[in-house]
T-cell receptor, first 116, second 112 residues
């Protein structure tokens, strides 16, 4: 079935360590997104990408990096510069045709990152 | 993007219709109304969206008032598995990042 796969489901990071969260989609969507969700809060946009080899910062990009070398993959690296990385990370994708507004974003099941 | 206002919580009896309201009084002409839901520890699930007309799919119906300042999501026959946080979002049609802005949502509790 088509969908978005995020791995791992749970991830633990030591202080000063970079970690990479995987996001793969087989929906043939052009756009991909990374959001962060803190307990009891809404989602905040970290990075997004509309096309391969191009991506843009969202509202809270500091301490994060991404790449988009393939259409189906959009990995997120949480660097040691991110001082409060403990959160639930969600990846989403959507088509681009017809304008943003009329294209639903579909989400993966998330990665929960914790600091040891 | 316009802001939305939803009640923080609602209860519904199993098998009955669940009607979840949303106010978006500052909505612009090119903004769509979206509904998502999130079950604990899972990613948000897309339910339905619309611009002006009422919409229906296999999951729910979306009723948008004529002035577009409010809408109602209807789950026709709620089940225990519909217990979740429901988010109403308005979203510009073009010219921005395309990001979704999730507010606090409505926690729907379906009771046996």
């Amino acid at each position: 079935d088509g969908g978005i796969t995020q791995s791992p489901k749970y991830l633990f990071r030591k202080e000063g360590q970079n970690v990479t969260l995987s996001c793969e989609q087989n929906l043939n969507h052009d756009a991909m997104y990374w959001y962060r969700q803190d307990p009891g809060q809404g989602l905040r946009l970290i990075y997004y990408s509309q096309i391969v080899n191009d991506f843009q910062k969202g509202d809270i990009a500091e301490g994060y990096s991404v790449s988009r070398e393939k259409k189906e993959s959009f990995p997120l690296t949480v660097t040691s510069a991110q001082k409060n990385p403990t959160a639930f990370y969600l990846c989403a994708s959507s088509p681009l045709g017809g304008g943003w507004g009329n294209q639903p974003q579909h989400f993966g099941d998330g990665t929960r990152l914790s600091i040891l | 993007d316009a802001k939305t206002t939803q009640p923080p919580s609602m209860d519904c009896a199993e098998g009955r219709a669940a009607n979840l309201p949303c106010n978006h009084s500052t909505i612009s002409g090119n903004e769509y109304v979206y509904w998502y839901r999130q079950i604990h520890s899972q990613g948000p699930q897309y339910i339905i969206h619309g611009l002006k007309n009422n919409e229906t799919n296999e999951m729910a119906s979306l009723i948008i008032t004529e002035d577009r300042k409010s809408s109602t999501l209807i789950l026709p026959h709620a089940t225990l598995r519909d217990t979740a946080v429901y988010y109403c979002i308005v979203r510009v049609g073009s010219g921005n990042t395309g990001k979704l802005i999730f507010g606090q949502g409505t926690t729907l509790q379906v009771k046996p």
